[in-house]
């Protein structure tokens, strides 16, 4: 499915640069898509900079409308992935001006630019799990919970969502050319991640100076799947936006499995038992900042409706991004295209729709 729709397709791709971005550039340029990503530069080590996949890269910040107009005009893309933000909570409480700036402003540019590119056909933003407003009950979000957000990065998650919402229902829908939804995941793992601030690349930037990572939050619980897990539900919201499909427009949650949820102090142990040199220890922050202890997602929409399934558990995906790092600091090795080929066979063994 996924090969119709994308070979041969002008694909814009806002931070292309980053975790989730360097891995959807590989994957589309693998469906045969012509790819153009837009970002900041980047900072090294980077998993993009080691793929060099065959992306047009432009740098340029997305608050800035008219540049983000020029690569519109010029690329006149027909599907958009919208990616580009701060998305660290400890920095949105620094830096909380510039953390809306980005991910509201930004996104409104971003919509702006879509409307007024008549190329454009289909539109994923992604936001997060975050934007929901978490009274921490531990019951799991369905896509019609309320919005909301403690801290400046969920606030501006949930506010871009709103923006989304605005755009669509003033604009997109009246008009009838452009078909938008918004994707919300939870905690992302694999190869590639050298944000700060994550647990993941918190104890693997540890491992490589030969330290032990300190865990801020052990109990906290979180959605944690490997990062192909939501770039598959994006590709398939791309993909059926893209065929005019109405009915896929809005909000879509993906996660992982309910069973599969896991404690920030179990990635940890299943992170050491894969690599031993990934050392930690639990150690509480004197002032913290106040991060969510328990974010649970309902994929049910997702899984009756796009019938998107997790394709990896937990455990496997711990398992391929504990080896994707081991590899890469023991023998220089990236095993992205490993892990895709991997993942892409035991979805087909899965018969998932999205690869017939
Ligand atoms: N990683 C996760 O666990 C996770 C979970 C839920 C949602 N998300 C969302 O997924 C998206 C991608 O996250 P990621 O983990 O790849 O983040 P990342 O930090 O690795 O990448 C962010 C990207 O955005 C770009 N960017 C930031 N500010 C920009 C600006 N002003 N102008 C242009 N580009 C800018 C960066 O250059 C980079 O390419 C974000 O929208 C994030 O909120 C991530």
């Known amino acids: 499915m996924f090969d119709r729709v994308y070979s041969g397709r002008r694909v814009l791709v806002t931070g292309h640069t980053g975790f989730k971005g360097s891995w959807l550039v590989c994957w589309l340029s693998r469906l045969g898509a012509e790819v153009c990503g837009a970002a900041l530069p980047m900072e090294e080590p980077a998993h ?3 793929l060099r996949p065959p992306c047009k ?10 540049a983000l107009a020029r690569i ?15 998305p660290i909570v400890r920095l949105s409480y620094r830096e909380p001006v510039e953390t809306f700036e980005v991910n509201v402003m930004g996104t ?11 190329s454009v056909k289909s539109v994923v933003i992604v936001t997060t799990d975050k934007c929901y407003e978490n009274p921490d009950t531990g019951v799991p979000f369905t896509e019609s919970a309320p919005l909301g957000g403690h801290d400046p990065y969920s606030g501006s998650k949930a506010a871009a969502e709103i923006a989304v ?8 829908e009246p008009e009838g050319r452009i078909f938008c939804a918004t994707a919300r995941a939870g905690n992302v793992i694999g190869g590639g991640d050298w944000a700060p601030d994550r647990l993941i690349p918190d104890m693997v930037r540890a491992a490589a100076q030969g330290r032990t990572a ?5 109990d906290a619980i979180r959605p944690w799947q490997h990062v192909l897990e939501p770039l598959s539900g994006y590709l398939q919201l791309g993909a059926v936006l893209f065929q005019e499909k109405r009915e896929f427009t809005g909000s879509w949650n993906f996660g992982p499995d ?12 299943a992170m050491h038992e894969e690599w031993e040199q990934m050392r930690f220890e639990e150690k509480a922050e004197a002032a913290p900042l106040h991060e969510a202890p328990r974010l649970v997602l309902d994929c049910a929409k997702a899984r009756r409706e796009l019938t998107w399934r997790p394709v990896w558990s937990s455990a496997e995906a711990i398992e391929r991004t504990a080896r994707w790092y081991r590899s890469f600091y023991e023998s220089g090795c990236l095993d992205t295209a490993d892990d895709l080929d991997s993942y892409l066979r035991t979805a087909q063994g899965k018969g998932l729709s999205w690869t017939k």
């Open 48 to 50: 993009y900079t080691l």
């Open 57 to 66: 890269s432009v740098i340029g910040d997305i608050r800035e409308s008219a």
């Open 72 to 86: 519109f005009r010029e690329f006149q893309p027909e599907i958009v992935f919208h990616l580009a933000a701060r």
């Open 108 to 118: 409104v540019n971003l919509l702006e630019c879509c409307r007024k590119t008549p």
């Open 165 to 172: 919402a605005s755009y669509r229902r003033s604009f997109f």
């Open 214 to 218: 300190q865990l801020r939050n052990p």
């Open 258 to 269: 309910p069973g599969d949820v896991l404690t920030v102090r179990q990635v940890a142990e």
